[in-house]
Nanobody
C-alpha cells in the first residue's frame, strides 16, 4: 500500500511560481508511474503531467507544456511539480497519483493511488 500526501499549494499572483510536493510512503514509490491531476471549480478532474518510474520520460497536457515541470527523487520518495508563469485558469485542487504505466497515462483509471489534494489559487 502506498500513501500520497501533497503540499506546497497556496495563493500566488498571475505570472508567479509555485512548487508542489507529493510525499510517498512505502518502498513501492520507485516502481510507480506518477502523475499530477487537477480539478478546477465546477470542472472535472484533468490530467496535468506524468513521469515514468525511473524519471526517463515525462508527459504534459498542452495547457501546461512549457510552464510546468514534473520531476521525482526516488531516494526521497518525493514527486514534484514546478509551476511557472501561472495563470488564473491554473486555479484548482492539485492531486498526485501513482500507478503502473500504460499508454493511458492521462486517464484517471490508470492510477491506483491518490493523494488528498492541495489547493492552488492564482489571482489576476
Amino acid at each position: 500500500q502506498v500513501q500520497l500526501v501533497e503540499s506546497g499549494g497556496g495563493l500566488v499572483q498571475a505570472g508567479g511560481s509555485l512548487r508542489l510536493f507529493c510525499a510517498a510512503s512505502g518502498r513501492a514509490f520507485s516502481s510507480l508511474f506518477m502523475g499530477w491531476f487537477r480539478r478546477a471549480p465546477g470542472k472535472e478532474r484533468e490530467f496535468v503531467a506524468a513521469i515514468r518510474a525511473n524519471g526517463g520520460a515525462t508527459y504534459y497536457a498542452d495547457s501546461v507544456k512549457g510552464r510546468f515541470t514534473i520531476s521525482r527523487d526516488n531516494a526521497k520518495n518525493t514527486l514534484y511539480l514546478q509551476m511557472n508563469s501561472l495563470k488564473p485558469e491554473d486555479t484548482a485542487v492539485y492531486y498526485c497519483a501513482g500507478g503502473y504505466f500504460t499508454s493511458a497515462y492521462a486517464q484517471e483509471y490508470m492510477y491506483r493511488y491518490w493523494g488528498q489534494g492541495t489547493q492552488v489559487t492564482v489571482s489576476s
